[in-house]
Nanobody
């Protein structure tokens, strides 16, 4: 009953910016962690950024100083602002949402991903 949908990917030149959005909808009591992961061809999926329900953020070293994660709790939405993009940032970006069910359990949901390509 929960759907997670990412958007905002696209093709940009090196040095450009993208803002990714992730919206969780459905039967949701509350949301705890919301995170962004990415997977580049031939590489493992890696954490890019995470934000807790209390607003505590975590970033991968590769994302520090360039990316910002923030959320709009009223809209069950998390954003990833990506600036100064590099070709190495090219990947499918996935949103991971930890949902609090009405039974009080944590449930993990993933979106289908949005492609971000950084190329000249």
């Amino acid at each position: 009953q929960v759907e997670v949908v990412e958007s905002g990917g696209g093709l940009v030149h090196p040095g450009g910016s993208l803002r990714l959005s992730c919206v969780a909808s459905g039967s949701i009591l509350d949301i705890a962690n919301m995170g962004w992961y990415r997977q580049a061809p031939g590489k493992q999926r890696e954490l890019v950024a995470n934000i807790t329900g209390g607003g505590i953020t975590t970033y991968a070293d590769s994302a520090k100083s360039r990316f910002t994660i923030f959320r709009d709790n009223a809209k069950n939405t998390v954003f990833l602002q990506m600036n100064s993009l590099k070709p190495e940032d090219t990947a499918v970006y996935y949103c991971d949402v930890d949902i609090i069910s009405r039974a009080g359990n944590l449930e993990d949901y993933w979106g289908q991903g949005t492609q971000a390509t950084v190329s000249s």
